[in-house]
C-alpha cells in the first residue's frame, strides 16, 4: 500500500514556481522520499530523492520537514512541458525493498 | 546515456494469442523490474530480477504471465491466451547499487487485446 498523501490535481502558470506537497506521517527512518513524474503515455521519470537534508539537481527542488513527516517538491520555473502526473513515494534504499508503491498522485497541469 | 528500452512500443493483439515483451536495461545495472498500469491507474509492480534471478512476483502474475532474464541482460515477460483484462502499459525499470538502487523506467509497451 502507497504510504503518501498528495492532492489529486494542481494548477500552475507558466513561470512560475510549482510547489507539490506530499505527507508521509508514517515514515521510517531509514525511508528515503522519492519522486518521480509520468508524462502522458510515457514511462515514469525519475526527479529526485532524499533522506532528510533538502536536496536540488537540475530539475527540482526537494524539501523535507524536521520531523521527516511531510515534503514539498519545487519546480522552480514550471514550463508546459512540466504537465504531468507526479508521484510521491518512500522506500528503503540499499535493501531488498525492491518494489514502488505507486499512488494516485498529483495531476500538475501547467497554463500559459 | 542509453536508457531503458522496450520492444516493442504497442501491440494489439486478439483474445488468446499469446504476446512476448522484451526489455534491455540500462548497461551494468543487476536489477530489473517489470510493473503493470492500467489506465488512470499508478504502476503496480510484476516482478524483480538480480542479476538472472527472479526474486520476488506478485500475486498479479498470473500463471498465464511468465518472465525470464536468462543471461542477468535483457530481459523478456510473456503473456500466455491473453485476456482483454490483459490490456495495459508494461513497464520495465532498472537500478544498480551505485545510484541507491534508483529505479529508471523505460517507455513502456501498450497492450491492447482485442
Redesign the interface.
Known amino acids: 500500500d ?1 504510504k503518501t498523501t498528495q492532492p489529486p490535481s494542481m494548477d500552475c502558470a507558466e513561470g512560475r514556481a510549482a510547489n507539490l506537497p506530499c505527507n508521509h506521517s508514517t515514515i521510517s527512518g531509514n525511508e ?1 522520499v ?1 519522486w ?1 513524474r509520468q508524462i502522458h ?6 526527479i529526485i ?1 532524499g533522506l532528510k537534508n533538502n536536496e536540488t539537481n537540475e530539475m527540482a527542488s526537494l524539501i523535507i520537514t524536521e520531523d521527516r513527516k511531510s515534503s514539498t517538491l519545487i519546480l522552480p520555473h514550471a514550463t508546459l512541458r512540466d504537465t504531468a ?1 507526479y ?1 510521491c513515494i518512500v522506500r528503503v ?2 535493501s ?1 525493498d ?8 498529483t495531476t500538475v497541469t501547467v497554463r500559459a | 546515456d542509453t536508457g ?1 528500452s522496450q520492444d516493442p512500443r504497442h501491440k494489439i493483439t486478439k483474445r488468446g494469442q499469446n504476446v512476448t515483451f522484451r526489455c534491455d536495461p540500462i548497461s551494468e545495472h543487476n ?1 530489473l ?1 517489470w ?1 503493470r498500469q492500467t489506465l488512470g ?5 510484476l516482478t ?1 530480477f538480480q542479476n538472472e534471478a527472479q ?2 512476483k506478485s500475486r498479479l502474475l498470473s500463471d498465464r504471465f511468465s518472465a525470464e532474464r536468462p543471461k542477468g541482460s535483457f530481459s523478456t515477460l510473456e503473456i500466455q491466451r491473453t485476456e482483454q483484462g490483459d490490456s495495459a ?1 508494461y ?1 520495465c ?1 532498472s537500478s544498480f ?1 551505485t545510484s ?9 509497451t ?1 497492450l491492447t487485446v482485442l
Open positions: 502507497a528515503y522519492y518521480y503515455s510515457q514511462g515514469p521519470q525519475y530523492h502526473v508521484y534504499v540499499l531488498n525492491y518494489k514502488l508503491s505507486f499512488g494516485a498522485g | 531503458v536489477r523490474y510493473y491507474q499508478g504502476p503496480e509492480f524483480y526474486l520476488e502499459m513497464l525499470a547499487r541507491d538502487y534508483t529505479q529508471y523506467f523505460g517507455p513502456g501498450r
